[in-house]
């Protein structure tokens, strides 16, 4: 049994995650934890007003959220039925990562699913800071489904590395999993800045790598870009990629593709679902 947190705030966004992540796994019994979180209110001094009562938060705030929530699962018993999925659902007060981290602990939660918006007028699709910081301060997978992207069975999955590190086998195994179940292929990126030999240290870890998914079908390409987030993007245009992978160990590699360093935002450019896995 897997169990996903969905957290949403009833944008088609985020309508769009809870639709792609039930057809991801139409095959694997879940249940979906949906969860909505208002926001501490702050007052015109910026500072925030911590204190709401139990009775007002009740009688206002949360009775609303859940009138959202109970309409939403109507939404979702149009979807295709699925016997295998149960749907939960919370309506919370507080701040965002706080109340994902004490989901994922209480509910031990395996993925988290969230909706990204898309910029206006821009390519990029400004993930947020709400996913920002769950993907960088929260220990557990996260999969960001862009607000246009449009699910197909996923047939192949880029994995961007750089043979740096050392990957952790449950880490790998969360990617195996989801290989095997849609019989996916996975394509591995290494991004070369100067044409130059593989190190050793980065050769054994590609054998490892390679050995791991010996049953899996797989094939290890390499491009020569000095910017790594135009040769990500070239990468899953030319390949027509269904997903990315990436492992949370490796957050510079992760920030040069995600963090612009002169946007405070979160830019991803690519219309297709983005998975990282942490250990």
């Excluded at 509910?107 to 996913?131: H, Q, R």
């Excluded at 002169?262 to 219309?271: C, G, L, P």
Aim: charged residues 25%; proline residues 3%.
């Amino acid at each position: 049994m897997k169990n996903i947190l969905i957290p949403t705030d009833f944008s088609d966004n985020a309508w769009n995650a809870i639709k792609y992540g039930t057809a991801l796994y139409h095959k694997t019994r879940c249940t979906f934890h949906i969860i909505h979180i208002n926001p501490i209110a702050y007052n015109s001094g910026g500072e925030a007003a911590m204190y709401v009562s139990p009775e007002i938060l009740e009688e206002t705030i949360l009775k609303e959220s859940k009138e959202k929530l109970e309409n939403l699962l109507k939404e979702i018993e149009r979807l295709p039925l699925n016997t295998k999925h149960t749907f939960n659902t919370s309506a919370l007060y507080g701040f965002f990562t706080d109340h994902i981290k004490q989901e994922v602990q209480d509910k031990n939660i395996d993925l988290i699913i969230m909706g990204t918006k898309g910029a206006t007028g821009l390519k990029a699709v400004s993930l947020g800071s709400n996913t920002g910081n769950v993907l960088t301060k929260v220990r557990c997978a996260v999969l960001a489904v862009p607000e246009d992207a449009e699910y197909k069975n996923p047939r192949e999955i880029g994995f961007p590395t750089d043979f740096q590190l050392t990957y952790d086998i449950k880490v790998l195994n969360q990617v195996k999993e989801l290989a095997i179940m849609h019989n996916a292929a996975l394509r591995f990126l290494y991004v070369s800045q100067k044409d130059k030999d593989l190190s050793d240290i980065q050769l054994k870890n590609k054998e490892f790598i390679k050995n791991y998914f010996r049953e899996n079908e797989h094939t290890f390409h390499t491009l020569t870009l000095k910017n790594l987030d135009d040769a990500v993007q070239a990468f899953v245009e030319s390949r027509d990629l269904d997903m990315l992978v990436m492992i949370a160990k490796n957050l510079n590699f992760l920030e040069r593709i995600l963090f612009k360093p002169s946007v405070e935002k979160i830019s991803y450019h690519t219309k297709i679902p983005f998975l990282i896995v942490h250990e």
